[in-house]
Nanobody
Framework: QVQVVESGGGLVQPGGSLRLSCAAS????????MGWYRQAPGKQRELVAR???????NYVPSVKGRFTISRDNAKNTVYLQANSLKPEDTAVYYC??????????????WGQGTQVTVSS
């Protein structure tokens, strides 16, 4: 089994910062990539940022320059440093891990989500 657990959400004022963490554990053979999606009320889930095993990263344009994704390979953990937060960043943030549990498998595993609320 594989577990993906997020932490670090909460309430922050506009212009503030948060650091989200996500750890994958269990029967992991290799991790191809990890990342974060978010879903605001009444909106579709959108990709926020992702990082691949080679270190390449992607960001949704609305967070470029404000959010930074990083990864600790030894800990199977990904971080999302979110700065200059705006009310429109309010959403449930979901972490995923694109990984294989053996040499012949590959699938996405999801965390339970963590709420980020940006409000004064």
């Amino acid at each position: 089994q594989v577990q993906v657990v997020e932490s670090g959400g909460g309430l922050v004022q506009p212009g503030g910062s948060l650091r989200l963490s996500c750890a994958a554990s269990g029967s992991i053979f290799t991790i191809y990539g990890m990342g974060w999606y978010r879903q605001a009320p009444g909106k579709q889930r959108e990709l926020v940022a992702r990082i691949f095993s080679n270190g390449n990263t992607n960001y949704v344009p609305s967070v470029k320059g404000r959010f930074t994704i990083s990864r600790d390979n030894a800990k199977n953990t990904v971080y999302l440093q979110a700065n200059s937060l705006k009310p429109e960043d309010t959403a449930v943030y979901y972490c995923y891990a694109d990984l294989g549990t053996n040499a012949n498998s590959r699938d996405d595993y999801w965390g339970q989500g963590t709420q980020v609320t940006v409000s004064s």
